[in-house]
């Protein structure tokens, strides 16, 4: 199974914004992000295919971008304008079946990574 590796979360003001990566221990075709915020399911962010096909939640359209260095096998997510509401706990996930936001399509996840933002 590919290993998955997070990196990049923070606590942070509202309004700012962070990078998140993660590091894939092989070459795949779709990488994704997903969140879980505390008492909450956890949901898609967004995904990337290796052709650069890409596809967002509502909750974070227009203010993220989820790129790839398929040479580095590195997924990244630039999140702007990060309101409270963005709390949780971010995951890189792939080995999906279809490359959508879909949680149960993907089988294998990473640790995660926390971000915070405040008020």
């Known amino acids: 199974q590919v290993q998955l590796v997070e990196s990049g979360g923070d606590s942070v003001q509202a309004g700012g914004s962070l990078r998140l990566s993660c590091t894939a221990s092989?070459?795949?075709?779709?990488m994704g992000w997903f969140r879980q915020a505390p008492g909450k399911e956890r949901e898609g962010v967004a995904t990337s295919d290796l052709v650069g096909r890409t596809s967002y939640a509502d909750s974070v359209k227009g203010r993220s971008t989820i790129s790839r260095d398929n040479d580095a096998n590195t997924l990244y997510l630039q999140m702007y304008s990060l309101k409270p509401e963005d709390t949780a706990m971010y995951y890189c996930?792939?080995?999906?079946?279809?490359?959508?936001?879909?949680?149960?399509?993907?089988?294998?996840w990473g640790q995660g990574t926390q971000v915070t933002v405040s008020s």
């Open positions: 092989a070459h795949t075709y779709c």
């Open positions: 996930a792939t080995e999906a079946l279809a490359c959508t936001t879909v949680e149960s399509y993907f089988g294998a």
